[in-house]
């Protein structure tokens, strides 16, 4: 599968960014899939996952009750809604896809998107 992330921008503080994952070449629907995100010089992280049928999901403590993720598999694309934005989620955003069970390592992800900029002024 090919992911295409998308919606990245320059916002600010208490904004709010929608991101976008397309994917391609095989359903979107076989996949748990996921959020990263990697600041300037840091480590990737975990954001969120979501399994396939989009019941189960689990968010980094960072961004608990202010980020959704949600797809929608008949369009073959993956969300991410952030709300309440702050300086601090500043980074590269990437969506992943794996085939098994959710994961919050980044090392058990098969498939990334290229990437997205989210930038946070205060």
């Known amino acids: 599968v090919q992911l295409q992330a998308s919606g990245g921008g320059h916002v600010q503080t208490g904004d709010s960014l929608r991101l976008s994952c397309a994917a391609s070449?095989?359903?979107?629907?076989?996949?748990?899939m996921a959020w990263f995100r990697q600041p300037l010089g840091k480590e990737r992280e975990f954001v969120a996952t979501i399994n396939p049928p989009g019941f189960e999901r689990h968010y980094a403590d960072s961004v608990k009750g202010r980020f959704v993720i949600y797809r929608d598999d008949a369009e073959n694309t993956l969300y991410l809604q952030m709300n309440s934005l702050k300086p601090e989620d500043t980074a590269v955003y990437y969506c992943a896809a794996r085939s098994n069970a959710w994961s919050v390592y980044a090392s058990n992800y098969n498939y990334w998107g290229q990437g997205t900029q989210v930038t946070v002024s205060s």
């Open positions: 070449g095989r359903p979107l629907a076989s996949y748990q």
